[in-house]
């Protein structure tokens, strides 16, 4: 359904009924567990158990093992016919009481265009797009199950407009009350108080009649210029502007998101300006905060959430579902290292809450079903017998990565690099590109880490102007080139344990990712064991600027984004009539 931005989206082809279904053996008896509870599963649930199952029996898997696994799917894909609710936790200073699991508002929009700009889609017509009645049921699924943080942003496109719309239309229906739900959104910082207070106003314009948005966000805030910005306290900076919102009743909790390097988002933190802080700290990394320049406390943001939680700050861990090593499509070789027994969505999360120490974690739900393996996460943490098997799973992980990584290069390889707005690092993401090549030696995370290394390949960069000039220009949600062949990094990796293997490093992950490479994730031993999402996001999941636009100027006929498909319901429907027959 993404398919190139040009391409005229055609409908993909039904996957056929996979051999484990077939299997004179186990299939009868995996076709008798699917029967008895199969009038409770959504039709990406049932896509997604049988997925799961034929990957295992790929991996011949013993047949009471199979079965045991099938079990686990069926009670995770029927979860949201429980009772079970969702726990919740002090959200730090805040004093709110926030569910462990956020619904994120980055995939249940109809388009990634801004609602302000000329080219989008009217309001009329959006809350008439078949993505609104999506995320109203999505809606009552959250709320059903106890999730009841809901957080956007402006530049979500028009995620807020109908956040807000759906959130307000269930309150007229008497469904839900105010006081039933957190409500967050984010505006990027501005130079000036007018500007923000601009596009503030923008934000409260849907808002406003919820009478508070419970916690605002400075979003993206990851540029040294704009932590100037933020932590200014000059009347007109933003700061205060947001000060004399909270005053007003507007705003009751004041906190920031970041992309930024670790030495950025420690300031931020340090500042004791804020409540809460929205940072990427997952169990394969940190993101663009990957790597750190003092090396204490671990590398990327270790030490942020460690800060954060001394400051009695609520932690929110950005998408550790998506950005934590896209889980839904877990290679084979990280799929067989965390075993049948917890599916990688459940390990991303548990490791969330209970190594890491964050409070809530987002996932940007686009389809009811995503909802599964998320809730299914918070009965196993609220059970709390599983520190057993994570930590085996860990053991496992951790001498993968010391058997292709090396053990100094587990212990030192990612410290003592500078971020990219050092102008020794010729504004490369050394961290960042570092963390790519890791992701795929020791875990065959190919096709996350491509999506990772690809924003660093778009990054512009205009010769004729000076380093100043070029990182002004840089996206905030994006910092940092990819690998630059022929520029000296001496004295960017002057205190690291061996510049020449992180040169080495860097040259191999681009050589794999340039724009000719032949290779192929076979070659590097990164296949996808199998794929959780029945269908696209509708406002794509793997967006281009030219394929946004042509997406609303086409009404989706070419571009980007998605939307539940005929293949998809067909498949569901040929698996339903399989194991009746």
């Given amino acids: 359904a993404t398919g190139a931005y040009f391409a005229l989206k055609k409908p993909e082809e039904v996957e056929e009924i996979p051999a484990v279904l077939k299997d004179a053996i186990v299939g009868p008896k995996i076709s008798e567990l699917l029967l008895a509870d199969v009038d409770k599963m959504t039709e990406e649930g049932i896509i997604k158990i049988v997925r799961q199952l034929q990957f295992w029996y790929s991996e011949s898997l013993p047949e009471k093992e199979l079965l045991e696994v099938a079990k686990r799917l069926i009670r995770t894909a029927t979860i949201c016919h429980s009772d079970f609710k969702v726990p919740t936790v002090r959200y730090g200073k805040t004093e709110l009481q926030m569910p462990i699991v956020t619904c994120g508002g980055m995939r249940l929009q109809r388009t990634w265009i801004p609602d302000n700009m000329p080219i989008a889609p009217s309001k009329k017509s959006t809350l008439n797009h078949p993505s609104q009645e999506n995320l109203l049921n999505m809606l009552r699924v959250c709320f059903k199950m106890g999730i009841t943080h809901f957080e956007t942003a402006r530049f979500y496109g028009t995620s807020e407009m109908q956040l807000s719309d ?29 500007e923000f207070e601009q596009s503030f106003a923008l934000s409260w314009a849907h808002l406003e009649r919820f009478k508070y948005i419970d916690l605002f966000a400075f979003h993206c805030v990851s540029k040294k210029e704009q932590l100037k910005w933020v932590l200014s306290d000059e009347k007109d900076a933003c700061f205060a502007a947001v000060l004399d919102m909270q005053k007003e009743g507007k705003i009751k909790h004041i906190g920031f998101s970041t992309h930024g390097s670790a030495e950025n988002i420690l300031q931020m933190i340090n500042s004791e300006k804020f409540s809460f802080v929205n940072l990427h700290y997952h169990y394969f990394g940190s993101y663009h905060a990957e790597g750190t320049t003092n090396g204490k406390g671990g590398h990327g943001n270790a030490e942020a959430v460690k800060r954060a939680l001394q400051l009695d700050m609520g932690v929110f861990n950005i998408s550790p579902v998506d950005k934590g090593g896209m889980l839904y499509r877990p290679s084979k070789v990280l799929a067989r290292l965390i075993g049948p027994g917890m599916s990688p969505v459940c390990f991303g999360n548990l490791t969330s809450w209970k190594l890491q120490g964050h409070h809530t974690v987002s996932v940007g739900f686009a389809r009811p079903a995503d909802f599964e393996e998320s809730v299914m996460s918070a009965v196993i943490f609220a059970k709390g017998d599983y520190e057993a098997e994570l930590k085996k799973i ?25 971020s990219c707005e050092s102008e020794d690092t010729h504004a490369v993401g050394i961290g960042h590109v570092l963390w790519t090549h890791s992701v795929i030696k020791a875990f065959g995370m190919y096709d996350f880490a491509k999506a990772r290394y690809d924003n660093l390949v778009s990054t512009t960069w205009n010769k004729k102007k000076t380093f100043e000039e070029n990182m002004k220009k840089m996206p905030a949600g994006n910092m940092g080139r990819s690998y630059i062949e022929g520029e000296d990094y001496s004295k960017a990796l002057a205190n690291h344990y061996d510049p020449d293997l992180v040169i080495s490093k860097m040259k191999e992950v681009d050589s794999w990712f340039s724009k000719n490479s032949k290779v192929t994730p076979i070659d590097l031993d990164s296949e996808a064991a199998y794929d959780l999402r029945g269908w696209n996001s509708f ?24 939307g539940p498909t005929k293949s998809c319901s067909d498949f569901a429907k ?8």
């Fill in 394 to 418: 860990d053991e496992r992980l951790q001498a993968q990565k010391s058997e292709k990584l090396g053990k100094e290069w587990v212990d030192k390889g990612m410290l003592n690099i500078p």
């Fill in 166 to 194: 759906a959130l307000w239309k269930l309150m007229e229906m008497g469904e839900i009350k105010r006081e039933d739900f957190i409500l967050q959104t984010k505006v990027p910082a501005k130079e000036t108080r007018a």
């Fill in 574 to 581: 040929a698996i339903n009539a399989f194991i009746v027959k």
């Fill in 539 to 562: 406002p794509g999941d793997n967006p281009t600027l030219p394929g946004v636009v042509l997406q609303v100027l086409t009404f989706g006929v070419f571009g980007c984004g998605g």
